[in-house]
T-cell receptor
Framework: DTGVSQDPRHKITKRGQNVTFRCDPI?????LYWYRQTLGQGPEFLTY????????KSRLLSDRFSAERPKGSFSTLEIQRTEQGDSAMYLC???????????FGQGTRLTVV | DAKTTQPPSMDCAEGRAANLPCNHS???????VYWYRQIHSQGPQYIIH???NNETNEMASLIITEDRKSSTLILPHATLRDTAVYYC?????????????FGPGTRLSVLP
């Protein structure tokens, strides 16, 4: 296992379309985080899972956004009816309970045209 | 909001030590100091973390002041590949999976 894997790396979509991103955490990491990063800013927290339970959601996560982690392994982040303001890098991170650091994937860069 | 303050940018000559400061004057007793960096178009990379004592690993050293209100990340021999945005983050001891709150960070440019 080489780290947190995200797919796709890049996505271009038309405004109004739905998109889904996938994150595969490091094996046995039971915590999984989603972040969003716009140009020139630090990553902003979106949501967090412990196993399959979604324990925290940011106010940034509007009702067009939904995240799942059905079996406590990989996670998906779906954005419905995309808007140009959704254009950003979407980052996933994972950690093991009791471990203090989290490890990030390379991100999915979304461009809404 | 981020609980840390960092200079927006710094330059460092290749081969010299890079000293990146961070202020966290409101840090509480159960909060760690973490450093991550982000090279262009990549995800953030964990560097080091500490609670009270100074820490060193193969990447860097972390010096935390005695009152814990500030810290310095030291890259002992900076190379061009260390050019990145460096984020200083304070975060509670992880019992509940508290998320990492990133500020704008310090953009370090290592110059040849």
């Amino acid at each position: 296992d080489t780290g947190v894997s995200q797919d796709p790396r890049h996505k271009i979509t038309k405004r109004g379309q739905n998109v889904t991103f996938r994150c595969d955490p490091i094996s046995e990491h039971n915590r999984l985080y989603w972040y969003r990063q716009t140009l020139g800013q630090g990553p902003e927290f979106l949501t967090y899972f412990q196993n399959e339970a979604q324990l925290e959601k940011s106010r940034l996560l509007s009702d067009r956004f939904s995240a799942e982690r059905p079996k406590g392994s990989f996670s998906t982040l779906e954005i419905q009816r995309t808007e140009q303001g959704d254009s950003a890098m979407y980052l996933c991170a994972s950690s093991l309970q009791g471990m203090t650091e989290a490890f990030f994937g390379q991100g999915t860069r979304l461009t809404v045209v | 909001d981020a609980k840390t303050t960092q200079p927006p940018s710094m330059d460092c000559a290749e081969g010299r030590a890079a000293n990146l400061p961070c202020n966290h004057s409101t840090i509480s007793g159960n909060e760690y100091v973490y450093w991550y960096r982000q090279i262009h178009s990549q995800g953030p990379q964990y560097i080091i973390h500490g609670l009270k004592n100074n820490e060193t690993n193969e990447m860097a050293s972390l010096i935390i002041t005695e009152d814990r209100k500030s810290s310095t990340l030291i890259l002992p021999h900076a190379t061009l590949r260390d050019t990145a945005v460096y984020y200083c983050i304070v975060r509670e001891v992880d019992n509940y999976g508290q998320n990492f709150v990133f500020g704008p960070g310090t953009r370090l440019s290592v110059l040849p």
